[in-house]
């Protein structure tokens, strides 16, 4: 498709383009606006309207509330919307104009310009790719997660928040530890990191998968057949998760009952998937770790007719979940598994894949295996070893910088705002939180001696918040950009290593431990909390006091608690 231009045709159309709106003599009127990019990037902007107007007016509007160019071809005096920022999406994947219709987003039966805005209208611009059209009704193209409610705007659909993998949330975390609520799932050493939409908190354990409350984390409903380490993806109101069988597993968020199931590690073990799918292009997108030996495979599944668009041998993928953007998967690889001593080979390092046809764009080398997931900023891919090397790698293939440590990572980098926040330590060793500028210099550290950081932070507004993998797992929270010094600890109760990284949605923190239970922590007064397990909290300076503890290290009871 060719794109036309249309800077100045924007500005005319500001102040003339009014489209067939029909005056009703009132005003103004608030409107929304939502721009989903598809890749877990959600932008809403509140506007208020003049009479006459239409929502085509207040796309224009939120466009330059919210610092997005708009690139629109025009028919006659219709606009066509060709694309919002930088996206540089290609045909058959297009932006869609959508209304919202009490409880779920519609297509639109008229173009922008044909909409008036009334008060309350709320409208949509979401950037997908169809299943094949049937010209049916319902309109058969998939919908956004995202609501219009106040705690629905910026759902959790996938690990680390987006296709980028940067680990940042949409808004700020809890500056306070008070325990909301947990839910014992009856699981143990919980890996997987929960997703959020809906009112409702989806997450896998090893003994089946829960979907929970928000508000009160009582449970909605439970899927026993459907378990494993891997983080769920949610996408049109379906769940697609990686299961210890080997499988990929698509489930209905609303029930769970499982839609369609693939069989892509047919000789799982234990682990099985444990890397979390990544959905872009019409395609799920997923690695695999092949526990006998060898090589894994990373694959490209269609959406809607579940075929396998391509696969390609890889050395084994475990735990790193891809990074995707342009046009190109970026995901870690952990070597070779043996396991007769439980070890890995090489090839390890980061794989750039073609995301159309799986051709291999490049391939960096590493000193040890990569199990964290990349994050991209700043035309850069960064990412961890158990090396100990922390990388940035040019989305070209160059390596721009390599920092090394004398502790290991499997944790994935967050970064924003020109802050790239870094986990350290790998099962039995000691632990820090490092933050460093996007050129690689050092910004802060905060050693926590003994307590390893094997789960990956995740940064919400000015905050950092991290979690150590050892018998007294407790939650930190630090200020951005230096780490210098620490807001609060929390450690849960009763006591367990965390291996499940922390995640922020609408103001509060969750987090898994290897107890089996799911934790709420948010700014609430201390009367109001849930009471459930007694918690020890550390303010200020203690920090580092407070993360020594005495390592439990049962191999027969803790073998993933090493990491992979």
């Known amino acids: 498709m060719r794109w036309i231009a249309t800077a100045i045709l924007v500005a005319i159309v500001v102040t003339t383009a009014f489209g067939s709106s029909v005056a009703s003599g009132k005003g103004p009127f608030a409107v929304s606006v939502m721009v989903d990019f598809g890749t877990g990037r959600i932008l809403w902007a509140d506007l208020s309207m003049p009479d006459g107007a239409s929502m085509w007016n207040a796309t224009v509007n939120a466009a330059a509330r919210l610092g997005l160019d708009l690139n629109v071809s025009w028919y006659g005096a219709k606009p066509f919307l060709n694309d919002i920022g930088d996206s540089r999406p290609s045909w058959p994947d297009y932006w869609h104009f959508l209304l919202w219709n009490v409880s779920r987003w519609d297509f639109a039966d ?74 014992d799932t009856g699981a143990y050493e919980i890996t997987a990191t929960p997703a959020f939409a809906h009112g409702t908190v989806y997450l896998s354990t090893w003994t089946g998968f829960v979907a929970l409350d928000e508000g009160t984390g009582a449970l909605r409903w439970r899927n026993p057949a459907v378990a494993g380490a891997s983080s769920p993806t949610l996408f049109d109101g379906r769940i697609y998760v990686g299961g210890k069988d080997g499988g990929l597993h698509v489930l209905s968020e609303s029930d769970g009952a499982e839609i369609w199931n693939r069989s892509l590690q047919p000789d799982a073990q234990f682990s099985g998937i444990t890397a979390s799918p990544r959905i872009a292009y019409g395609r799920v997108y997923v690695g695999t770790f092949n526990e006998t030996g060898g090589d894994g495979s990373f694959v490209a599944i ?167 993998n050892d018998a007294n797992g407790t939650v930190y929270a630090w200020r951005l950009p230096d780490v210098g010094s620490g807001e609060w600890a929390l450690q849960l109760a009763p006591p367990d290593y965390l291996l499940s990284s922390p995640v922020v949605h609408d103001g509060a923190l969750y987090i898994a431990s290897d107890n089996g239970r799911l934790y709420r922590l948010a700014d609430v007064p201390a009367s109001t909390a849930s009471g459930i397990g007694v918690v020890a909290l550390i303010i200020g300076g203690g920090l580092a006091a407070a993360g020594v503890a005495v390592l439990i290290a049962v191999w027969s009871l803790r073998r993933s608690r090493r990491g992979p």
């Open 110 to 183: 008229r173009g922008p310009a044909d909409v008036p805005v009334t008060d309350g209208v709320v409208s949509g611009w979401f950037l997908s790719r169809d299943a094949p059209w049937n010209f049916t009704d319902p309109w058969p193209g998939p919908r956004p997660e995202a609501t219009p409610d106040a705690s629905g705007r910026h759902p959790v659909e996938m690990f680390r928040y987006d296709l980028d993998g940067s680990g940042v949330a949409a808004g700020a975390g809890p500056i306070s530890a008070q325990v909301a609520w947990t839910y």
């Open 302 to 468: 269609d959406l809607y007719t579940h075929d396998i668009v391509w696969s390609r041998p890889v050395s084994s993928v475990h735990l790193s979940s891809a990074a995707i953007a342009d046009h190109v998967v970026y995901v870690g690889l952990m070597g070779r598994f043996h396991p007769s001593d439980l070890t890995y080979a090489p090839p390890y390092g980061l794989l750039a894949l073609d995301a159309d046809s799986g051709a291999e764009r490049w391939f960096v080398a590493t000193n040890g295996s990569v199990a964290s997931s990349p994050a991209i900023a700043n035309d850069s891919v960064f990412f961890t070893t158990k090396a100990g090397e922390a990388f940035s790698v040019g989305t070209d293939g160059i390596v721009r910088w390599r920092q090394h440590e004398l502790v290991g990572s499997i944790a994935s980098s967050a970064v924003s705002n020109g802050t790239v926040a870094i986990g350290w330590g790998v099962f039995g060793t000691d632990g820090a939180v490092q933050t460093f500028t996007l050129d690689g210099d050092v910004r802060g550290t905060a050693s926590l001696i003994g307590t390893p950081v094997s789960a990956s932070p995740t940064i919400a507004g000015d905050r950092v918040y991290a979690a150590t």
